[in-house]
Every structure is written in C-alpha cells, then in structure tokens.
C-alpha cells in the first residue's frame, strides 16, 4: 500500500458498514465538526473525486447559486436576468477555482511535492475545502443580517484544511509551504473569479 492510498486502513470495510451509510455530503459536514476525524472516516470510505464531486461538489455549489435568488425577498429592484447571471458567475467561479488550485498548487509546490497534487486524495482535499466555502456562502445570500458574521466562516475552511492536508504525506521539510499555498490558492480562487464576473457582466 502506498501513501497515496485514499484507504487508511489495511482491512476491507465489512459489508454495510462505514461505506454505505456515509455518503459523500454527510462526510462534509462530519470533516466541518471533527475535523482530522472526519477527514479519516473520508479516506476509509474510498469515495472517488468523481463521486463526492456528483454527491457533495456541484450540489453545494448549486444550492450556494440558488441561495442568490433570496434577493427577490430583499431588493425591491430585483431583476431576474441580473440575478441569473450572478446565480451562473457564482457557480463558475468555484467550478474553475478547483481546476485552478490544482494547477496553481502544482506549480508552487516544491518538486518533490508536485505528485501530491495529482493523488485522488489532493482532488478529495480541494472539493471538500471550496464545498466548505460554499456552504458558508449561503447564510449571508439567505439572511443579509448575519453577513457581517457570516464573513469570519471561511476561518473554519482554513482549519479544516490544516486538519486534512497532513494526510496528503507531504515531504516534511515543505509541509508549512505546501499548507499555506494550498490555503491561500483555495481562499482566493473563488473570490478572484466572483470579482472577474462583476467585472465581465
């Protein structure tokens, strides 16, 4: 078994146990409120980036699209079309950010680091840390009230990707470098592709 394995364990799971009744958006919400243990209960499930991607990824990323249109309850001048466009741009811009965090943390990492990017696991790292973001989204679209609340939230993405990378088996030596270009590029892809849309649209 290498250390790349998504599996933690050297034992199959039993039949009906931890894999079928974790699916992959419980688990975000196990990782959000245990944090390393979460992260472990993720690894033993053996769920693909394409699974938790179809199971967690984009219907978090579509509920967070959704969540715009509560402006119709709030803006007296509520356009559709505008909001539409807002809807679609928020999508987008955390579908691309996690092909760019990808690309962006292969070419930071140092070089005996850059195969870690490229592990099931890596991919599993980055859904889950933009999945948080999104989530954490949602409260300042549905409830404009709590948004000068809601914007401290992504401190808990922070932590949970502390928590998640050290299963990434990185080269100790660039464990520190590696965290903070992940946090950093995972942070402010979103945000630098949202102020993208605004600007295009």
């Not at 967690?56 to 967070?64: G, K, R, S, T």
């Not at 505008?82 to 809807?87: N, Q």
Request: aromatic share 16%; with cysteine; proline share 6%.
């Amino acid at each position: 078994m290498t250390d790349d394995n998504i599996n933690l364990s050297t034992e199959e799971p039993e039949k009906g146990t931890e894999k079928k009744q974790r699916s992959a958006i419980t688990l975000l919400f196990d990782i959000l409120l245990t944090g390393t243990a979460g992260w472990k209960r993720l690894r033993r499930t053996r769920l693909t980036p394409e699974q938790t991607a179809a199971g967690c990824f984009y219907p978090i990323l579509a509920l967070a699209a959704v969540c715009r249109f509560a402006d119709w309850f709030y803006l007296p001048e509520f356009e559709l079309a505008v909001t539409l466009v807002k809807a679609a741009s928020l999508f987008a811009s955390f579908f691309f950010s996690y092909f760019t965090t990808q690309v962006l943390c292969k070419w930071l990492f140092p070089a005996d680091a850059k195969a870690k990017t490229e592990t099931p696991y890596f991919k599993l790292l980055v859904q889950y840390a933009l999945a948080s973001l999104a989530l954490f989204w949602i409260p300042a679209e549905l409830l404009p009230v709590v948004e000068p609340i809601a914007v401290f939230l992504p401190i808990w993405t922070v932590f949970i990707i502390t928590k998640g990378i050290r299963f990434l088996r990185l080269p100790e030596n660039h464990s520190n470098r590696c965290m903070v270009t992940l946090v950093i590029t995972t942070m402010a892809s979103p945000y630098f592709f949202i102020w993208l849309c605004e600007k295009i649209f």
